[in-house]
């Protein structure tokens, strides 16, 4: 890559940081170096997503629904209408933690308050009594049990691969639910 470099700029997200290489000309999408260049966040968090999901992403019999984000309780679970959501399979290190506050700052980053979503819930991992579902948050087009998975502050929750109907995910796959 021999670009001219233009700026180089600090972005603190979500208590880590990330740094923004400017050049004066467009990154060839070819170019390896560039990939590695980017960030997965954007630099200014998305706004609160308001267009309406279509159940057609539902799989499975049970529960599914679209709501409205209410809350960000921790880092793999939220308010959903008022209605408790623990992620499927994916899981982060506990609130009063400095990572697991970072894990619920990272929700809040991607799928603030106010945010549209669609919740389908486990078949595998039913409430048997509990007021909470489990299963997968569709948010600002990102599933948000695979975004926790994918940053460094969330793991899997390998213990319900036996049971959970997304352990065929793609995701669930990569980080370690086996076939």
């Not at 000309?25 to 590695?36: F, L, N, Q």
């Not at 008022?82 to 994916?90: K, N, P």
């Not at 929750?157 to 995701?171: G, L, V």
Request: aromatic share 6%; charged share 20%.
């Amino acid at each position: 890559m021999n670009k001219k470099l233009i700026g180089l700029t600090i972005v603190p997200v979500i208590g880590l940081i990330f740094i923004i290489l400017t050049s004066d000309s467009e990154p060839d999408p070819s170019d390896e170096e560039a990939k590695e260049l980017s960030t997965p966040f954007p630099s200014k968090p998305p706004e609160p997503h308001t267009s309406q999901y279509s159940l057609e992403l539902c799989s499975g019999s049970a529960k599914c629904f679209v709501g409205t984000v209410t809350k960000i309780v921790d880092g793999n679970s939220i308010h959903v209408d008022d209605q408790y959501v623990r992620f499927a399979l994916s899981s982060a290190p506990y609130v009063k933690t400095i990572d697991g506050m970072d894990a619920k700052n990272l929700l809040e980053y991607i799928c603030p308050v106010g945010s549209q979503v669609l919740v389908d819930e486990d078949d595998g991992q039913p409430p048997e009594g509990h007021s909470r579902v489990i299963g997968v948050v569709h948010c600002n087009d990102m599933i948000l049990n695979k975004q926790l998975l994918d940053s460094p502050l969330g793991y899997l929750s390998d213990r319900f691969c036996d049971s959970s109907e997304f352990a065929s995910s793609s995701w669930a796959q990569r980080h370690g639910c086996a076939e």
